[in-house]
C-alpha cells in the first residue's frame, strides 16, 4: 500500500507538516505548541543544566590550577629578590669592610660569621677561618663601626670570637673628649663597664669612647662604645660607667680579623 504512494509526496508532506503545525492559527493548535515548545524548553533546561554545572566545574579547575602556577611563579620570583637583595647587602658590607682594610695600615683577614650558639647568642659567634688562614687566639675582631670582640679559641677552619659585651672581653680605651683613660670590659647585663677612673674624673653621658694606645692587641682609635651613665658604687673614688656597644652584636655578619 505504501508503496503506491509517491515518495515526492511523503518528501512534501515531512517538510511541510512540521510548518503546518508550527504556523496553523487554530486556537487547539496554538495551545498545543505553546506546551509542546515549554516541554521542549523545560528538556532542553534539564539537559543543559548538568553541562553548564560540568562547564563551571571545569572552567574552576582550569583557573585553580592557573593560579596554582602563578603562585608557584611568585614565590620563585620573591625567593629570587630576596636572594638578589641578600647578595647585594652582602657586597656592600663587604665593600665597606675592604675599604675600611684599605684605609688603616694595619693587617686583616676578611671573615664571614657562620653561627651562633644558643647559649650565648649575643656574646660569641663562629667565624668561617681558622688555623689555615693564620688566625690566632687574642687576635682583634673589628668591623667599620669599630671593635667588635677577640678570637677567643682556634681551630683549622673556623674560629670562637667573643664579643666586646662578653664578661671575658676588656680593653684599655680614653675618652675622645677628656682623654681620660679606663679600661672597658662586657657584663652579663649585655652592656659594657667602663672601670678605673680616677677620683676626679672627666667622663660624661655620651661620650664616645675608643681603643687607646696603651692597648697591647687593639689599633688605637677604634670605636668601642658610648658612655650611658657614670656612677659610683663604693664612693667618689670608685667611679664607674655603663657604656653601649658601638657595634650591634645581633647583626653582624662579617668581620674583620686584625693579625
Not at 515548545?37 to 554545572?53: D, F, Q, R, W, Y
Not at 602563578?70 to 657586597?91: C, H, M, S, V
Request: proline letters at 3%; aromatic letters at 8%; one cysteine or more.
Amino acid at each position: 500500500m505504501f508503496n503506491k504512494i509517491p515518495k515526492q509526496f511523503i518528501y512534501l508532506v515531512v517538510i511541510v507538516a512540521p510548518f503546518w503545525l508550527l504556523f496553523f492559527n487554530s486556537s487547539f493548535w496554538h495551545g498545543l505548541k505553546l506546551k509542546a515548545m515549554g516541554a521542549a524548553a523545560s528538556a532542553i533546561s534539564v539537559a543543559n543544566t548538568p553541562l553548564e554545572e560540568l562547564q563551571i566545574l571545569l572552567s574552576y579547575r582550569s583557573t585553580y590550577t592557573q593560579y596554582q602556577k602563578l603562585q608557584r611563579e611568585n614565590l620563585q620570583l620573591k625567593a629570587r629578590a630576596i636572594d638578589f637583595d641578600e647578595t647585594l647587602g652582602e657586597n656592600v658590607r663587604m665593600e665597606t669592610l675592604l675599604g675600611l682594610k684599605a684605609r688603616e695600615n694595619f693587617t686583616t683577614t676578611a671573615a664571614h660569621v657562620i653561627a651562633r650558639d644558643p647559649a650565648s647568642w649575643n656574646s660569641s659567634f663562629m667565624i668561617d677561618k681558622g688555623r689555615m688562614q693564620g688566625i690566632k687566639s687574642g687576635m682583634p675582631v673589628i668591623n667599620a663601626l669599630g671593635v667588635v670582640g677577640k678570637v677567643a679559641e682556634v681551630s683549622r677552619s673556623s674560629s670562637k670570637v667573643i664579643l666586646v659585651n662578653d664578661p671575658g672581653f676588656s680593653v684599655a680605651v680614653v675618652n675622645r673628649r677628656s682623654r681620660e683613660a679606663g679600661l672597658l670590659s662586657g657584663s652579663l647585663s649585655g652592656e659594657c663597664r667602663l672601670s678605673y677612673l680616677s677620683a676626679d674624673s672627666d667622663v660624661e653621658t655620651g661620650d664616645e669612647l675608643v681603643t687607646a694606645t696603651l692597648s697591647t692587641s687593639f689599633p688605637e682609635g677604634l670605636l668601642v662604645g658610648t658612655v650611658l651613665e657614670v656612677y659610683a658604687p663604693g664612693g667618689i673614688s670608685d667611679a664607674r660607667a655603663r657604656v653601649k656597644p658601638t657595634i650591634d652584636v645581633a647583626r653582624i655578619e662579617e668581620v674583620l680579623v686584625v693579625k
